[in-house]
């Protein structure tokens, strides 16, 4: 079903060079085909959650695997260390969402407009505590704030060679707990309402 939705009405080239754009961006992160594939599954399901139309959910999907495009732009020692970054090297990785946004700006494709959106406020939180702009509540695109709880959840409960993942159980109540305050309490209800799908997404791409 999944994949129905997410090809239907769909021109399959463009589609197939944003695929390969959002693994190139990220290329020497172990296992980046399954990270995609897991947000991308997760997006769906959120926007579909949104009660969003047919074309908004696909559009969604489908851009949110250009998130992390601006990373082509960082300098290799901060895009691809392997453990924890210093505090001058989190403020310039902050960049790749401004990077991202900059790569997609004027496109005349629906998929990268909508992904220049997704790069540049993903990592904004409801609260204002994000970046790059501070943004707050629904100032931050839908589209922003559906990725936002679909990359960390995924960072969560991923392995990295700086960090452990956790159990999505834990991950979920995390999640949960930041509604109203990090992420937006109405797409946070749909992400518990539907997690169980979730789950099954996480558990065929690890």
Not at 25 to 39: D, F, G, S, V, W
Not at 99 to 104: D, R
Not at 123 to 144: A, F, N
Not at 177 to 195: E, H, R, T, Y
Request: glycine share 8%; hydrophobic share 40%.
């Amino acid at each position: 079903m999944l994949r129905r939705g997410f090809s239907e009405g769909a021109d399959r080239d463009i589609l197939d060079v944003i695929k390969r754009m959002a693994i190139t961006a990220e290329y020497r992160e172990p296992q980046i085909k399954n990270h995609l594939e897991r947000i991308r599954g997760y997006c769906f399901i959120l926007a579909r959650g949104m009660e969003l139309s047919s074309q908004e959910v696909e559009i969604i999907a489908n851009a949110s695997i250009l998130h992390d495009i601006g990373k082509v732009g960082l300098p290799e020692r901060v895009a691809f260390k392997t453990d924890k970054l210093g505090a001058y090297e989190i403020e310039l990785s902050k960049q790749h969402t401004v990077i991202g946004a900059e790569i997609m700006r004027g496109s005349t494709s629906v998929y990268l407009r909508a992904g220049e959106y997704v790069a540049l406020t993903h990592h904004e939180r409801w609260d204002g505590s994000g970046y790059p702009r501070g943004m707050t509540k629904e100032d931050i695109p839908l589209s922003g704030r559906i990725v936002a709880i679909a990359d960390v959840f995924d960072a969560l409960t991923t392995r990295r060679s700086y960090k452990n993942e956790i159990p999505i159980e834990d991950a979920m109540r995390l999640i949960r707990d930041a509604g109203g305050q990090l992420f937006d309490p109405k797409v946070v209800a749909v992400f518990l309402d539907n997690f169980d799908e979730i789950s099954h997404i996480r558990q065929n791409y690890t």
